[in-house]
């Protein structure tokens, strides 16, 4: 019974150390192994640097031209005359809806007039 008490009182003053002592193993690998600390840093620096010139963090930055190239080689694999087909019917698409609602406003102004 008394072995139960003292395990139930530690627990209870020890559960709030539990977040400050998460940190304690990667902080002590980080100190424990001289090569990574110089790594680790060079990596943070490089990360503040591209976010500070960009705006965003290195692994935006990566699926952002990721992306952005994989768009550029669909548009290789697209012959240029059918591509700038597509692209004269899209922009045509959105004359057409602004004309449309155009048109809408028109009628719904003439009706409110009678």
Same mark, same amino acid.
């Given at each position: 019974?008394?072995?139960?008490l003292?395990?139930?009182l530690?627990?209870?003053?020890?559960?709030g150390?539990?977040?400050?002592?998460a940190?304690?193993g990667?902080?002590?690998t980080l100190?424990?192994?001289?090569?990574?600390?110089s790594?680790a840093f060079? =990596?943070?620096l490089? %990360?503040?640097?591209?976010? *500070?010139?960009?705006?965003?963090h290195t692994?935006q930055l $990566?699926? @952002?031209?990721v992306?952005?190239q994989?768009i550029?080689?669909k548009?290789e694999k697209i012959?240029?005359?059918?591509? =700038?087909?597509?692209e %004269?019917n899209?922009?045509? *698409?959105?004359?057409l809806?602004l004309l449309?609602?155009n $048109?809408k @406003?028109?009628?719904?102004?003439?009706?409110d007039l009678d």
């Amino acid at each position: 019974m008394k072995n139960l008490l003292l395990n139930i009182l530690v627990l209870i003053f020890l559960s709030g150390c539990v977040q400050g002592t998460a940190m304690v193993g990667p902080g002590i690998t980080l100190v424990s192994t001289g090569g990574n600390v110089s790594q680790a840093f060079t =990596t943070f620096l490089t %990360n503040r640097a591209v976010e *500070k010139e960009t705006g965003m963090h290195t692994h935006q930055l $990566i699926a @952002k031209k990721v992306e952005e190239q994989k768009i550029k080689n669909k548009k290789e694999k697209i012959p240029k005359g059918l591509f =700038t087909l597509v692209e %004269n019917n899209i922009k045509n *698409k959105q004359l057409l809806i602004l004309l449309e609602n155009n $048109i809408k @406003k028109t009628h719904q102004k003439i009706t409110d007039l009678d």
